[in-house]
């Protein structure tokens, strides 16, 4: 076991004693090491945005900006978010701490693009690097460390040539992980051609799966295969 | 035929274990490091190239997966550390991944960065970067981690015309090459035209690692991930 990783805490009560070391002085806490980037995936309905959502929502409450690329819910559908994710977001723009990049609204949409709202389209990833890697950027003049998640690549991979979107997501990571971020990619199992896939988990430096029932974590940093079953309660996804 | 020391705990015991006097990877062969992602190729490079180092072989990579800092980062992780080689100038890095990020990048007499969609000019920097090595000793490495993200960047026989230019001169120049690939991003044919190119394959696929040489050696062992890197228990020739 590498003791010299450094991670947050992922939010996913119960995921962190999963990752957390064996070693003999206890020493090791868990959780997702730090400036890496986790591949989320699973069938559809097994949890993966309600595991965005809480990663996001753990790092905001410690005062850790998220940059939010969202792509099935705009923000308005995020805001009505059955949690306390969704009551807190306003507060968190206000204070600039939550960023969005919608590629889920409507281009009639009322709301106004800001500093920290973006709208963006599935349909043009070259606008959504643009605008994430804006919001990288500005983010990491004032924050040594922050949060980011992708819900979800799958919209996107849908709408568009599947290696292009590999392109844009090998760049993406890239650029999230120079700015220090910790990145949370979610991504429908099977959505995308299998080369697509392997690809795609090629890229990322863990991969944990939901299936319903278990969460496995299949690769991370400094650790064999781990898994243990979840359910989903009002509150999140809990870890037993 | 000689061979080098590969630097990976119990592959080149493997084979003296059966008497044989030659080792896994010989001394100017190219090997492809093949298998599903996430079962440890990029770390057996980092190894194989810590390893020589240490031996004070110099070594030529490229980086076209990760960028420097990512790779120093995860070679930190074993505590690899790269700094000592740097300065004594025996690792020339080709990077051709951190201009995606857009950012300033300060290049140094051995370290230079190329384009992931420009294998020409990739081939020009290999050149350069292969007489530097070559000038330090005549006795090096040569990592290519990985194929996979230039073939997500560019056509396929475009890719392989690249390694195969790549591995002439490097080969011309004495070195042992090692070019990591994540199975079952192109297609069937390019995979077999790409295993055609490479003098030994080394198979891993999480448990177990499996090789077979240009010697004829065929072998194979079970595989864990430690702190130190790769290590294979006792394993046996097929």
Redesign the interface.
């Given at each position: 076991?590498?003791?010299?990783?450094v991670r947050v805490v992922s939010g996913i009560p119960g995921l962190d004693e999963l990752t957390s070391s064996e070693d003999e002085l206890g020493l090791g806490l868990g959780g997702i090491p730090e400036?890496t980037i986790t591949l989320v995936y699973g069938p559809p309905g097994v949890g993966k945005s309600i595991f965005c959502h809480q990663f996001a929502y753990y790092g905001l409450k410690q005062d850790e900006p998220c940059l939010y690329l969202t792509t099935d819910e705009n923000l308005q559908e995020l805001q009505e978010d059955k949690t306390n994710f969704g009551d807190d977001l306003k507060k968190y723009m206000e204070s600039e701490l939550f960023y969005v990049v919608d590629a889920a609204s409507d281009i009639e949409e009322e709301l106004e693009s800001s500093d920290i709202y973006h709208i963006s389209s599935v349909k043009n990833p070259t606008d959504i690097l643009i605008k994430v890697?804006q919001g990288a950027n500005s983010i990491k003049q004032k924050n040594p460390r922050f949060r980011a998640v992708i819900d979800s690549i799958t919209s996107i991979l849908e709408s568009n040539n599947e290696?292009l979107i590999?392109?844009v997501l090998?760049?993406y990571i890239?650029?999230i992980?120079?700015a220090g971020g910790t990145a949370v990619i979610n991504y429908t199992e099977r959505s995308a051609d299998?080369?697509t896939e392997?690809?795609i988990?090629?890229?990322v430096d863990n991969?944990v799966k939901l299936n319903g029932n278990e969460i496995v974590i299949?690769?991370m940093?400094?650790m064999?295969i781990k898994n243990k079953s979840y359910e989903i309660t009002e509150k999140g996804i809990i870890v037993e | 035929m000689n061979s080098i020391e590969s630097g990976i705990s119990g592959l080149d015991e493997i084979s003296s274990s059966v008497g044989s006097k030659d080792g896994v990877i010989q001394e100017n062969s190219a090997t492809l490091v093949y298998g599903p992602p996430k079962v440890g190729k990029s770390i057996l490079c980092n190894q194989f190239t810590y390893h020589g180092l240490n031996l004070d072989e110099p070594c030529l990579y490229l980086t076209t997966d990760q960028s420097m800092h990512e790779l120093q980062q995860n070679m930190m992780d074993f505590e690899w550390f790269l700094q000592n080689p740097i300065e004594k100038e025996l690792l020339y890095v080709i990077d051709t991944l951190s201009p995606l990020s857009g950012e300033e990048i300060n290049t140094t007499t051995t370290y230079k960065v190329s384009k992931i969609n420009d294998p020409t000019d990739l081939m020009v920097k290999v050149g350069i970067g292969t007489r530097f090595v070559f000038k330090k000793s005549n006795k090096f490495r040569s990592v290519l981690d990985s194929l996979t993200t230039p073939f997500a960047f560019n056509p396929e026989a475009l890719v392989i015309r690249f390694l195969k230019a790549y591995i002439r001169r490097l080969k011309e120049a004495g070195a042992t090459v090692l070019v990591v690939y994540t199975e079952g991003v192109v297609d069937e044919k390019t995979e077999k035209i790409l295993k055609s190119l490479m003098d030994n394959v080394i198979m891993m696929d999480g448990e177990y690692l499996t090789f077979r040489s240009t010697t004829g050696l065929v072998g194979t062992a079970e595989y864990n991930i430690t702190n130190k890197g790769i290590f294979l228990e006792k394993g046996k020739t097929l």
């Open positions: 076991m590498i003791l010299m990783i400036n890697s290696m590999v392109r090998k760049t890239l650029r992980k120079e299998l080369r392997i690809l988990k090629s890229m991969i299949e690769a940093r400094g064999g | -």
